[in-house]
């Protein structure tokens, strides 16, 4: 795409030669990933209710939280954490795709300015509040699973959905919400994927960390390009250069919630579904598998990584 993009796809693949990442499946949530068969088919993805927050039938999130307290943290360098991935809700550019059609979309209306850092529609903050109704009783009911730290993407659609899904940690001045440049949406030629400067982040939404070391590399967005759209390799790399900053920078902290968009959180969940080795499936994982989540959905992933032998 760009000098700084070519920059930071040779520092995180230097990054990810020392780690590779798994999942363990709990029986709790549905499989996140759906293998795609040799005639490119694939068998429809389930999405629970709000109300369940990708809990099963059955189920609860303080069965969850014993369990995951009983798993060992540590072993063989191995390290475990559970990411509660929530996509933005409905944003002015989602309304737009269904409105006009994917293909006038993507020539025409999604290069206007009109979209440039898309905000949610009506439709998309009544998504979030009853995304913020589900949280509040589960958290009455199961008052041991407590959220370490919030995770945000700089994008404001992503934003208005952490503020309004998870106010009280917002109101609660002591715990810690981070924005990070690395849970982007696909960067490039798209105008609502493009990011405001860091100043005007931190005046509009003062209560976030916009300067957390290793967050950011610039006031203003290098990333994006008006005329080249990211490559799905590029998107790989960044999301495993956020997966190593959670990992090395929150090391006692278990429970992350993280704010963001569809096709990056697709990316992490096919990273961490990788059965084999980092280099041989995290590039190639995406023609044997297809995810892809839906607008304010709740998605846990109990996250391992190792650290790769010599």
């Given at each position: 795409?760009n000098s700084e993009t ?88 989602n309304e737009a795709e ?91 030629r798209h105008y609502c ?118």
């Amino acid at each position: 795409m760009n000098s700084e993009t070519d920059d930071l796809t040779s520092s995180v693949s230097n990054a990810s030669d020392n780690y590779q990442f798994k999942h363990i499946p709990m029986k709790y949530f549905p499989p996140f990933l759906k293998k795609i068969d040799e005639k490119g088919k694939t068998e429809k993805s389930i999405h629970l209710p709000f109300t369940q927050l990708n809990l099963l039938n059955g189920h609860t999130y303080g069965e969850f939280v014993q369990e995951f307290t009983q798993l060992p943290q540590s072993i063989a360098e191995r390290q475990i954490k559970t990411f509660y991935f929530v996509r933005h809700a409905q944003g002015i550019h989602n309304e737009a795709e269904s409105k006009f059609g994917t293909d006038h979309w993507e020539s025409v209306e999604a290069k206007s300015e009109q979209y440039f850092d898309a905000t949610l529609t009506d439709f998309g903050r009544n998504q979030t509040k009853l995304l913020f109704d589900s949280i509040t009783k589960m958290q009455q009911s199961t008052p041991t699973l407590k959220f370490d730290l919030l995770i945000v993407s700089p994008l404001s659609r992503a934003i208005q959905t952490a503020q309004i899904a998870f106010q009280p940690l917002f109101d609660n001045p002591n715990f810690p919400i981070y924005s990070h440049e690395m849970i982007r949406e696909t960067i490039g030629r798209h105008y609502c994927d493009k990011r405001r400067s860091i100043t005007e982040l931190k005046q509009l939404y003062p209560r976030i960390n916009f300067s957390e070391p290793g967050a950011f590399n610039s006031d203003s967005d290098i990333l994006w390009n008006a005329n080249e759209r990211e490559t799905q390799e590029q998107i790989q790399l960044r999301a495993i250069k956020f997966l190593n900053w959670c990992f090395d920078r929150f090391v006692d902290e278990k429970h992350i919630l993280v704010t963001a968009h569809c096709e990056i959180i697709s990316t992490c969940a096919r990273i961490l579904g990788a059965n084999d080795s980092m280099q041989e499936e995290i590039i190639g994982n995406k023609d044997k598998y297809e995810f892809k989540i839906a607008n304010c959905e709740f998605l846990p992933i109990v996250a391992v990584r190792y650290k790769n032998r010599l």
